[in-house]
């Protein structure tokens, strides 16, 4: 519980500068909106997906047998608004990976179980920025003390955008470090995918019908995302888009 209260007051630090006196209560809406109906923030987030990894061979000083896999992922939030543009984000989450059997010494199966507690700064429907921690339970079976960890993610894109310089370097989460030409190719991309699918879904067309029609044909050179294909990809644009339809 004090570790908890320790992580809400981090994140009350992080946003009290942006907070100004005599807030009304009031103002909060239902559905925040940003200036037009069709920039509402999406305040109640769901999100499920499956997938699965055909066999490959576990080699590492001979081989130790083919292994596949099947995820699943599970996670409920919603946005709570603080002032403006700044919103509170709570929710839960559960992962798991369940491996083939093979005779190497690695897991049968993998779970994560968390809880959610963010900042999000939005511009419309787009997350700007955010701080995400996410305390919770990392494990095979062992739900316990030794298996509790608290992971920590922060990103900014639009507000990237806005700082960074021609000679800005800018180190990302994974891979080599970009520059600001770098982040704008990637969310024009992203927004790019994003528009397409969201035709296909105000068309009435399935998830799997807008994974057939390519969206992303003209743009698969341009990704180089170690474990992102295609259909993972516009299948996670499409959920996302027909939760918050």
Known sequence: MKFLLSVLACC????????????????????ASNQTATEAVPLDLFEFQTAYVFESD???????????????????????????????HLGISYERYDFGSTHAPVPDHLQAFAGVVGIDIMHGKDVGAFIEFRPGFYTEDNFGISSFDVPIAAGMIFVVIGHAGPNTKIIPGHGPTVDRNAVIAHRDLVLTVRDRVARLVDQGQTEDQAVAAKVTADLDSKVQEVGMTAERFVRQVYQELKANR
């Open 12 to 31: 009350a630090g992080l946003i009290a500068p942006f907070l100004q006196a005599g807030t009304d209560v009031d103002e909060k809406t239902a559905v």
């Open 58 to 88: 576990l080699n590492h000083g001979g081989s130790h047998g083919k292994q596949d896999e099947i995820q699943s992922e599970f996670e409920y939030g919603h946005r709570i608004q603080l002032h403006d543009k700044i919103y509170l």
